[in-house]
């Protein structure tokens, strides 16, 4: 399966009506993972990379609920760059895969649902270590 077939970029249901917007998701349904955590990065600017790492144990989705930013997805052999620039749409980052998060705007709030609770233990934060276990 090639690198952005395991890293789908999903469409969420997005319910407008006259009062504005409401976007939906759910774990386990429209993302393939149950939640046990949410955080968000804000404050950032386009001077900043993050992330900076794989996860062995954590499924993780991306949605830049405001403002927009870009990340980078490696699986070490191939690449992809996705922008995250509206609220209704994510990106599925399964276990192992390397990422880093930059370009952000002033305005940026990048949502983070993951299928873990904290650990860690679990990161692998050298690409050259990430490297040789995805050997
Ligand atoms: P870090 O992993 O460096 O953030 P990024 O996702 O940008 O790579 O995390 C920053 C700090 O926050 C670090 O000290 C670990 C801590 N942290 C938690 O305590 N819980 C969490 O769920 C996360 C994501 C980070």
Redesign the pocket.
């Known amino acids: 399966m090639s690198l952005r077939d395991k890293c789908s970029i999903i469409e969420f249901k997005d319910l407008g009506d006259e009062r504005g917007k409401l976007v939906v998701v759910e774990g386990g349904q429209s993302i393939p993972f149950d939640i046990k955590?949410v955080?968000y990065?804000y404050g950032s600017d386009s001077t900043v990379v993050?992330?900076?790492?794989a996860n062995r144990e954590s499924e993780f989705m991306l949605i830049n609920v405001a403002g927009k930013s870009k990340v980078r997805i490696t699986d070490s052999k191939e690449e992809i760059i996705v922008e995250l620039n509206r609220p209704m749409m994510g990106v599925y980052i399964p276990k192992m895969i390397w990422k880093d998060?930059y370009d952000f705007s002033a305005d940026s709030v990048l949502l983070v649902l993951a299928s873990t609770h904290?650990d860690?233990s679990e990161?692998i934060r050298d690409y050259e270590e990430y490297k040789r276990e995805m050997e």
Do not use: E, P, S
Not at 50 to 53: L, M
């Open positions: 955590r955080f990065i993050r992330g900076q790492h998060m904290y860690g990161y």
